[in-house]
């Protein structure tokens, strides 16, 4: 059954600040995404009634799962980027990925998970708008 998303404690985040980001971690963020992240910035998808959680099965057949927790704050995005671009390039070294696999550079976090991760989105390069 398809549900949806329910936002609270909703901060929102101005069209200066996207801005900002965009500068800072040198990025081309898509309309469709800065009008997202105006309107559910800060805000946390679980409240007192409901969390809202996915199960994912992968190519290889692992399964995982997490909850969806919140839409990244400004400060929120610029930390997670700033934290997860050193960690991927790690992880791309350590596992010998291409491009093709993942472009790093292109990654911005966008929702923020249970877990303490984030789920991403390309914002350019040959996987823009994929998640």
């Given amino acids: 059954m398809k549900g949806k998303l ?5 901060k929102g985040i101005s069209k200066e600040q996207i801005e900002l980001i965009s ?14 992240l105006e309107l559910y910035s800060g805000g ?7 969390i809202y959680s996915y199960d994912l099965t992968h190519e290889d057949g692992w399964e ?4 969806i927790e919140s839409i990244p704050t400004y400060s929120q995005v610029i930390e997670f ?5 050193p960690y991927l390039k790690d992880t ?11 472009e790093i550079d292109f990654l911005l976090p966008f929702i923020s998970l249970g ?7 390309a914002v350019g390069g040959k ?5």
């Fill in 127 to 131: 996987h823009n708008g994929k998640i």
């Fill in 115 to 121: 877990s303490g991760g984030t789920i991403n989105i």
């Fill in 64 to 67: 995982s799962g997490d909850t």
């Fill in 81 to 85: 980027h700033t934290n997860l671009k």
């Fill in 44 to 50: 946390h998808s679980h409240n007192r009634t409901k």
């Fill in 6 to 10: 329910e936002f609270d404690e909703i």
């Fill in 23 to 36: 500068q800072k971690i040198n990025i081309v963020i898509p309309e469709n995404l800065k009008t997202f």
């Fill in 92 to 102: 791309v070294e350590h596992f010998e990925l291409t491009t093709n696999f993942v």
